[in-house]
């Protein structure tokens, strides 16, 4: 029987902190689960055991209000639903831990710091050989132009979900698009959108031990639909990146195909914004991360099972006095939620989750 385990959730309004809560949802693992959120709107607040407001990462007032949550909800875990979370906490980690007795998933300050800053993810890829397209600082894009010309892409050092990244075909795009005030970075545009890949790794004990790959398709600079096989010489490639930079359990890699080459762009030191797709294809990065850090159990490389995912909306109706204000949702027992709260969730679904849990044959973990 599984130990009963209490795991937090921050960045609950987010597609990242959502598809971290629908993976402990889909885990066979007995959890309590405590989501956080600066708003009151945020959905995946109100799919959780219990809820709190928080204020927002950059506000002074972050760490004490969220310590004090640490303080009444004791988790064995927390997990990192927003980027903008993952310098303080990691900053601050061996604090949190060694006060409340916790374990915080995040990287090494240096690790989270390569992956948010894509110049200096360029650097660290062309320090270990790792094939990336070939980018500039503005400044410098003469060189750049002679060696792989236009089309070039330009997008912003710290940013997400594709938020102010441009094409440019010419020297006049180039211009107002590397002088709009923002820190930017200009790089080689690579292969086409159909070649586009998401690739997820779980990295511990000076190894990576798992790994997942989907191609992907965007939309609004998310992934939409994704496409789940073995890829088997991509995922070594892959654990090979991940054993360069040394994450501390999940990390994400996005890259284009080109010429048959795989061109690495984005690291994300954190779980993805597609870990709610990836348990359709047996790979609940997750629940993994759980068992290796609390439980002790090792992380096995899962079988992949091919699929298509095709994502869609969904939507989470409250009666009004049910959203949260300055106060926070009373704790309940394992999996329930509380009576004043009228949740709709598809029947899709919760057949999926049931398939997913009979279809496992041990070969997630041992």
Not at 168 to 180: F, K, N, P
């Amino acid at each position: 029987m599984n130990a009963h385990l209490t795991v937090l959730v921050t960045g609950a309004g987010s597609l990242l902190g959502q598809g971290i809560l629908r993976a402990l949802r889909a885990s066979s693992l007995r959890l309590r689960i405590i989501a956080v959120d600066p708003s009151p709107l945020s959905a995946g607040l109100y799919w959780a055991d219990a809820a709190h407001l928080i204020p927002m990462a950059t506000e002074p007032g972050y760490l004490p209000s969220i310590g004090a949550i640490f303080a009444q909800e004791k988790p064995d875990a927390v997990l990192i639903g927003t980027d903008v979370e993952l310098g303080v906490l990691a900053q601050h980690r061996e604090q949190i831990e060694r006060e409340f007795s916790t374990n915080v998933i995040v990287s090494d300050p240096q690790v989270v710091a390569i992956a948010d800053d894509k110049w200096k993810t360029y650097k660290f890829f062309k320090a270990n050989g790792v094939d990336c397209p070939e980018s500039c600082l503005p400044g410098d894009e003469d060189e750049l132009i002679a060696k792989v010309d236009f089309p070039l892409i330009v997008k912003p050092r710290v940013g997400a979900r594709s938020v102010g990244v441009q094409l440019v075909r010419d020297r006049q795009e180039l211009s107002r698009a590397a002088s709009a005030g923002r820190r930017v970075i200009i790089q080689e545009c690579v292969g086409t959108p159909a070649d586009e890949y998401t690739a997820g790794a779980l990295y511990f004990d000076g190894h990576c031990c798992a790994s997942i790959m989907m191609r992907r398709e965007l939309r609004d600079g998310n992934t939409y639909r994704a496409f789940a096989d073995e890829y088997p010489e991509l995922n070594r490639q892959v654990a090979r990146w991940t054993e360069r930079l040394r994450p501390y359990g999940p990390v994400n890699f996005q890259f284009r195909l080109a010429a048959g080459r795989a061109k690495v762009f984005e690291i994300n030191a954190r779980f993805s914004g597609t870990t709610g797709l990836r348990y359709h294809a047996g790979f609940n990065s997750v629940e993994m991360t759980l068992r290796r850090v609390l439980l002790g159990e090792r992380v096995v490389q899962p079988r992949i099972k091919p699929v298509v995912i095709l994502r869609h909306w969904e939507e989470t109706v409250l009666r009004p006095e049910a959203l949260l204000s300055n106060g926070s949702r009373s704790a309940r027992g394992n999996g329930e939620r509380a009576d004043r709260f009228d949740v709709l969730r598809t029947a899709q679904e919760e057949e999926w989750n049931a398939e997913w849990r009979s279809g496992k044959d041990g070969c997630v973990d041992e």
